[in-house]
């Protein structure tokens, strides 16, 4: 006779939906996933990897701040997760369904810090040597031939829930650039300087790609190269090297990219903020999407749709929820925005996690968000035709086809940071929604 202990009671909550619980594994200590690795010594890697993305600061370097992974067992794979202190690089480890011998028994995220006695175990983790993985709801626990590291849930960096949303927006827009193989990119990522912060673009040119001071029709932005430098010791380990990024022309400005080192086991990518002290979050790509009125009460019908395949498919929850895929894809702006939902650029689809869901913290992280509400709560916006009219404290601006605006937010940043309060109090107060499509 088994007992088991499930990771929690089967709810339905305001806020939260509906939530079904699954056995996280027999007694007292639950876990979502309890297995081998098949390659160790790359995971070690691209573990290590990842924490010592957490662990810099890319920009006006400072002790590190934290060591804090976020790890996800979905139905097939595993994921970790860091942002940089900085907040200006986003590190993933996907541990695809070739790369464990184990089972995923439940579903769930956690995220723990990674000290120096784990930091030490994955350092030695040979190629031959074992290194079996336990992820439960509360901590991970890796085993080698040092033994077991037990590494327990710590609180996730508010900063963090920003960046995950404004990485899953701007990283929906990306398509694949470019692919080479890792002799090149071995021979690319030794020529990076890790105190390099200018702003470059890669051109591909022929089996490389080649370094250029201005963009180029097929150009990917390369902002900051010394923040690849957490890449180069995966190299060993990987087959090749994918670009991603938006489409670019002469004259534009920089943008966010992501470097893929990819292998049959696993994927380790980067994604590099537009400029190096800029950090995710406070690109504001997610404002438009959460300034409708309906993106909440969108967003709570879809957290008890999500299900735990390895992507979530955008036309079956339009299909299955009712609503348009535009508004599927602002519900899951909202839920990112609380690191419910992130992006695979590798697979061009959205994954689930299960990070707290809060409306009320959506609203709390983004202050343009906040004002604009509370421009358009006070009758500070008058429509004339393709110009409205905004009064904000004794200034009044006057916004544009719903975007450009004469304040100088819009002034300094010409919407590379998002749209500004005022635009935001516009679109809510009209409810165009095709003005921000």
Known sequence: MATYTYLGSSALAPGDGLTLQTSGGPAAHPR???????SPAATASGLLAVAEVARSRYFRPLDPASLDPVATAGSDRLRFESFSGCC?????????????????????TTNVDVNVALQRALTRVGQADPMHLAIGPDDLTVTTFDGPVVERKVPLPSRWL?????????????DPRAEIGVAEARVLLNRVSAGDRSVQWAVPAGRTLRVTSRPAPGAICLPGAGRLVALKPFL???TSLRVYGPPVAPGTGPVASTWELSSPAMRLSLTLSPEP?????????????????????DAELLSALLSWDPTIDVDA????????????????TQLGTAGRVGYDVAEAGYFHRTLPYDVAAVAKM??????ARALVAAGAVTVESAVAVVRSGDE????????SCTCPWWAKHRGERGPCKHALAVRMATSDVAAFA
């Not at 695809?96 to 028994?105: A, C, H, K, Q, R």
């Not at 009044?396 to 975007?403: E, G, K, L, Q, S």
């Open 277 to 297: 002290y800029r950090g995710f979050s406070g690109e504001g790509a997610v404002l438009a999407s959460l300034a409708g009125d309906e993106a909440a009460d």
């Open 396 to 403: 009044t601006y006057h916004v544009r086809d719903a975007a």
């Open 366 to 371: 983004n202050p343009r968000l906040v004002a």
């Open 162 to 174: 920003r960046g995950f949303a404004e990485a899953q927006v701007l990283t929906s827009r990306f």
């Open 236 to 238: 060993r380990y990987a």
């Open 88 to 108: 200006g690089v986003y590190a993933r480890l996907d541990v695809l369904p070739t790369g464990i011998d184990g089972e995923i028994v439940g579903h769930g």
């Open 317 to 332: 929850l339009a299909d299955c929820s009712g609503l348009t895929r535009e508004r599927v894809r602002d519900a899951l």
């Open 32 to 38: 979502f996933f309890t297995g081998f690795l098949t």
